[in-house]
Nanobody
Framework: QVQLVESGGGLVQAGGSLRLSCASS????????MAWYRQAPGKQRELVAGITSGGGTNYADSVKGRFTISRDNAKNTVYLQMNSLKPEDTAVYYC??????????WGQGTQVTVSS
């Protein structure tokens, strides 16, 4: 059973930075597609960034140039470096792992709050 544990969320002032981590267990992490999503109150969950097994990345337009997704296959961990944070980045951030067969697994989420 795949398990994902996120960490690194918290309260930060606008313009600040946070780094989220998502540790995976129970899968062949190196061949999995990883992604970060977020969900703000009253809004749908949205894709923030994704990274393929080969290291290719994609980002939502709203975070391009400010957020960076990366992975460390030796540690079975994916990261989201968030710089120049804005109040509109406030949300619960979720890690998602997609394994062979297209099965998705989700973490429990970590709260990010950006104050103005």
């Amino acid at each position: 059973q795949v398990q994902l544990v996120e960490s690194g969320g918290g309260l930060v002032q606008a313009g600040g930075s946070l780094r989220l981590s998502c540790a995976s267990s129970g899968s062949i992490f190196s061949i999995a597609h990883m992604a970060w999503y977020r969900q703000a109150p009253g809004k749908q969950r949205e894709l923030v960034a994704g990274i393929t097994s080969g290291g290719g990345t994609n980002y939502a337009d709203s975070v391009k140039g400010r957020f960076t997704i990366s992975r460390d296959n030796a540690k079975n961990t994916v990261y989201l470096q968030m710089n120049s944070l804005k109040p509109e980045d406030t949300a619960v951030y979720y890690c998602r792992e997609t394994v062979l067969g297209g099965i998705n697994y989700w973490g429990q989420g970590t709260q990010v709050t950006v104050s103005s």
